[in-house]
């Protein structure tokens, strides 16, 4: 019987699929562990399942001329054959460097103190961000401003695309991390201090915002060229507050939202 290849997300539900497919007991089979695998970031960026090679162990024929020869061979058991756990597994894994104005930059770590603040300078949104960029593999720096009540924290660098989404849906869900274990992190502190951050990714979100101005604009004097509703296309909560704060003055013209999320849209209709 040949070995097999089996993966698994652990490296015990990887051993106990290959002794399904084998048909044999543990006691009965060679491990090799090829890849211990790696629950990434949170479980949603590098995750790895873990893979191992299995086979039948054969027994070594009974030796001659020995003076335990009589006493048979022992019952067969399983060999483990372990692998050093790869340099990016969930352990190792470690922020980049953030460039960060007015603050020393530092190299957060990712693990049990995910999201922790230490003495470097960096808030914890900051940490967890760079080390999200870093799990990611992303050739780009954090930057960490206070602006309005709010931290912003800005993303610069090279094929960055991935982090935006289709109308910033992914920015958008990087944005809700952040705060969710900032927050997480700052309750197991026992800081009652509450930070609210908004993250942008080559000042995507002011072009965005600029967009969405132009649309609501033009829209609006369609409504009133027309006396017709115009249905604008689904939108985050967010950019639909910014199509309201645009035509909240705007004479002739209302606007209300209409739908679930995430298909929930604007609907612009003539004045009374």
Do not use: C, W
């Not at 090279?158 to 935006?164: D, M, P």
């Amino acid at each position: 019987m040949k070995p097999i290849e089996v993966t698994g997300k652990t490296v015990d539900e990887a051993v106990q699929a290959g002794l399904s497919s084998l048909g044999l007991g543990k006691e009965q089979v060679e491990i090799e562990v090829i890849d211990e695998g790696s629950r990434g970031f949170l479980g949603l960026v590098g995750m790895r399942h873990a893979r191992v090679r299995m086979g039948p162990l054969h027994a070594d024929p009974t030796p001659t001329g020995d003076a335990d020869a009589g006493r048979g061979s022992s019952e067969p058991r399983p060999t483990v054959v372990p692998r050093v756990p790869s340099e990016d597994s969930a352990d190792s894994i470690r922020g980049r460097r953030s460039s960060v104005p007015g603050r020393a930059a530092g190299t957060g770590k990712m693990g049990a103190d995910v999201g922790v603040s230490e003495n470097d300078g960096l808030s914890r949104g900051a940490r967890f961000l760079e080390g999200l960029v870093s799990v990611m593999g992303l050739d780009a720096d954090v930057y960490e401003r206070e602006a309005d009540e709010v931290t912003m924290l800005e993303i610069e660098g090279k094929s960055l695309g991935v982090l935006i989404g289709r109308h910033g849906e992914t920015l958008d869900s990087v944005q809700y991390l952040v705060n969710l274990a900032a927050g997480r992190a700052a309750r197991a502190a026992g800081d009652e201090q509450r930070v609210r951050y908004v993250v942008d990714v080559a000042g995507y979100r002011k072009q965005r915002e600029e967009t969405l101005t132009e649309m609501a604009i033009e829209a609006a004097g369609k409504v009133i060229r027309d006396q017709r509703n115009q249905v604008l296309e689904p939108m985050s909560a967010l950019e639909r507050r910014i199509v309201h704060m645009a035509l909240k003055d705007a004479e002739g013209v209302v606007t209300h939202s209409e739908g679930r999320e995430p298909y929930r849209r604007i609907v612009i209709s003539p004045g009374e």
